[in-house]
């Protein structure tokens, strides 16, 4: 398999072994485009590669569904696993700055994924280790690894990201997922249509960044009006806990209820994406569509994972 | 010197006989430039706030008697005014100028307004990249939330 990789393959390999994943700001449009490439080959990667490596796995706050999906990729690559799910058992409990909590994991490891309620906790997790850490969700900020694993659904469903119009709808002033997708898509020269109520929409910091990016996007209340346009509808979560009043969540939380009748006007290469976990926002009806593509992310996740943790490691198949 | 050139320079620096002139900051950012440079312990400080100027509309100017302030404080310094320049007296004589240049980083300076920044809970230290210059801003490199000059607030 390894003569087969492309020049730009190769190359981006031997940058990101040794380096760290923090944020999709890192990497270019270009080096976007050729890491979804490298993943693409890791759909067959079943060797245990990673036989001896340890993954370290610090998650200051819980998240079943990523800690899992880690630990799968190690796993399938004959890697192991250590770690803490659960900040009030490890030692930032008691008072341990997080520079040191890495200092001393990373004797233990030879890759470090952390998950923590505080933004820019990567960055720093990163600075202290010497070996390559990856940010697993770093409060409101990143979750590169969600983004990647996005964008990778959207290349492997419609073989390739370029030129694709794609919506968001729901919930685009809190939803982190949706933020990094956003900013990742218009940094790829994607056309973006943001569906949302007036109370929920992308929030300054955003547009300002998309239209440092040069984005090309639109914004709409109406979804129906929409849908027939696009390529991709991507569906987040309006999380009850993000409203002061209950009254305001009531008001919104079931205005975008994606059903059979929602996506029946739509190009019949349409795919449905969203984050997990889903309450109202699709009907499982539509699971049963050749357009719901969202119970694949999950499996994307841990392709994309696998990836990431052979490369940085230095380990290609 | 003779006495009328002494004169001139005196009200050139407003009498400043040692110490450091920090000129063209940007308008209204000498109070925080004074909070950062810190008031001389035996001399006086002098702001002008909203001066007039032919080169920028307004502008700030600080006078700090019997200091020279160090080098690594010129580059701090740029924050508050990407076209400043820092000028050293000593006997009404000005022995250097300095123009200030603004690094791609800025270490240790800045605190990060975002209340859920790392940098605010943990004993990691803040450091700040430059994503635009005049009018300056910069992008926390934890949290990757943006600050203008205005919303700069001193660790
Ligand atoms: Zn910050």
Redesign the pocket.
């Known amino acids: 398999m390894t003569e087969t990789w492309t020049d730009a393959e190769r190359e981006l390999a031997n940058r990101m072994r040794g380096a760290d994943i923090i944020s999709v700001r890192q990497f270019t449009a270009p080096d976007l485009g050729t890491l979804l490439q490298i993943v693409e080959r890791f759909e067959t990667v079943t060797s245990p590669v990673l036989q001896g490596k340890v993954l370290g796995a610090l998650f200051f706050e819980p998240s079943t569904r990523t800690r899992l999906s880690f630990e799968s990729a190690m796993v399938r690559l004959g890697g192991g696993c250590i770690g803490f799910a659960d900040a009030g058992i490890s030692s930032a409990a008691k008072g341990e700055s997080l520079p040191d909590t890495i200092r001393i994991v990373e004797s233990y490891c030879d890759i470090i994924v952390i998950r923590h309620p505080r933004?820019?906790a990567g960055r720093a997790a990163a600075d202290a280790a010497e070996k390559p850490v990856i940010n697993g969700g770093d409060g409101s900020n990143q979750h590169p690894t969600q983004t990647l694993l996005d964008l990778y659904t959207i290349r492997r469903r419609m073989g390739t990201v370029a030129g694709l119009r794609v919506g968001f709808v729901g919930d685009l002033k809190y939803g982190r997922a949706a933020h990094s997708l956003i900013e990742a898509l218009a940094m790829l020269g994607n056309e973006l249509v943001l569906v949302s109520p007036e109370s929920l929409r992308l929030p300054p910091r955003q547009r300002e960044d998309l239209d440092a990016l040069g984005g090309v996007w639109s914004e709409t209340p109406d979804l129906a009006s929409v849908v027939p346009g696009l390529d991709v509808l991507y569906v987040t979560r309006i999380q009850r806990e993000r409203f002061g009043d209950p009254l305001d969540y009531e008001r919104v939380k079931d205005v975008y209820q994606v059903d059979e009748a929602t996506i029946a006007p739509s190009r019949d290469g349409l795919i449905v994406m969203h984050p997990l976990p889903r309450v109202l926002e699709i009907h499982p009806s539509v699971d049963a569509s050749p357009k719901a593509a969202y119970f694949e992310q999950a499996a994307n996740g841990v392709t994309v994972r696998k990836t990431l943790l052979s490369l940085l490691l230095g380990v290609t198949p | 010197m003779t006495a009328d050139r002494r004169a001139t320079r005196q009200q050139r620096v407003a009498s400043l006989r040692h110490g450091t002139v920090v000129d063209h900051l940007s308008p209204g950012m000498a109070l925080k430039a004074l909070e950062m440079l810190g008031v001389p312990s035996e001399g006086a400080a002098l702001l002008g706030i909203h001066l007039t100027s032919e080169k920028m509309g307004r502008k700030d100017i600080l006078k700090l008697e019997n200091v020279e302030i160090s080098a690594e404080q010129i580059e701090k310094l740029a924050l508050f005014g990407p076209n400043a320049s820092v000028v050293f007296i000593r006997d009404y004589e000005v022995v250097r100028k300095v123009q200030v240049e603004l690094p791609d980083r800025i270490h240790g300076v800045l605190r990060?307004r975002?209340p859920s920044?790392?940098?605010?809970h943990d004993r990691v230290p803040?450091y700040f990249d430059v994503t635009q210059r005049a009018p300056t801003m910069v992008r926390?490199a934890?949290?990757?939330?943006r600050m203008g000059e205005h919303e700069f607030e001193l660790l």
């Open positions: 933004e820019g | 990060c975002n920044c790392i940098t605010n803040t926390c934890h949290c990757e939330r």
